[in-house]
């Protein structure tokens, strides 16, 4: 009887040690990532159609969205780090 407990024993350690390491790998995986919301209006009025772009200014990557006819934009997944935000209006 010692015997089968012992194994149930070396069998749930086991078990706990396989879903801990898959916790840690799920948890290391993880990246952090933001959303960026804005509204643009000149005045009063939407700038529905305009082109919104953020660009991380020491990696140049850039991020790309188009405004709403509520004047509203996001941008997500953006990575951490400092970003250029620029508006180009929909004529240009």
Known sequence: MNQF?????????????????AFVGAAHAQNATTTLRGAVFDGQTA????????????????TR?????????????LRPGTYR???TSADG
């Open 65 to 77: 969205s188009r405004v709403g006819g509520d004047g509203r934009y996001v941008l997500s997944g």
């Open 47 to 62: 700038e529905a159609g305009a082109t919104v772009v953020a660009t991380e200014v020491s990696t140049g990557y850039a």
């Open 5 to 21: 407990n012992t194994r149930k024993a070396a069998l749930a350690a086991a078990s706990a040690i396989a879903i801990s390491m």
């Open 85 to 87: 935000v620029q508006v």
